[in-house]
Nanobody, 127 residues
Framework: QVQLVESGGGLVQAGGSLRLSCAAS????????MGWFRQAPGQEREFVST????????YYADSVKGRFTISRDNAKNTVYLQMNSLKPDDTAVYYC????????????????????WGQGTQVTVSS
């Protein structure tokens, strides 16, 4: 069982930056694939980024590539999402998620692949 708690959301002007954190419980944190998703009002949950530390792979959605950076600190059981050059279209609730380390790489952008979810943190970007 893994419990995830996000923090770091807030209100920022366009062009600004935020860093989201996701603290995970459990001694096997390093074995999990960790991802970030977001959901805007009236829209489906959207893949943002994922880090499969065990195979050295990082993926980003095209919409955030070059602006967002995912990282993890296994010693602190924490995954981060550094968000730069934020746009109003980035406004959403951001969710941290964990998937088994055996999950198929081809499925890591699908929310159904992830077994555990945080409660979400609101990010609002004003124009």
């Amino acid at each position: 069982q893994v419990q995830l708690v996000e923090s770091g959301g807030g209100l920022v002007q366009a062009g600004g930056s935020l860093r989201l954190s996701c603290a995970a419980s459990g001694r096997t944190f390093s074995s999990y694939v960790m991802g970030w998703f977001r959901q805007a009002p009236g829209q489906e949950r959207e893949f943002v980024s994922t880090i499969a530390w065990n195979v050295g792979r990082i993926y980003y959605a095209d919409s955030v590539k070059g602006r967002f950076t995912i990282s993890r600190d296994n010693a602190k059981n924490t995954v981060y999402l550094q968000m730069n050059s934020l746009k109003p279209d980035d406004t959403a609730v951001y969710y941290c998620a964990a998937a088994s380390g055996s999950a198929l790489l081809s499925r890591l952008s699908r929310w159904e692949t992830y077994d555990y979810w945080g409660q979400g943190t609101q990010v609002t970007v004003s124009s």
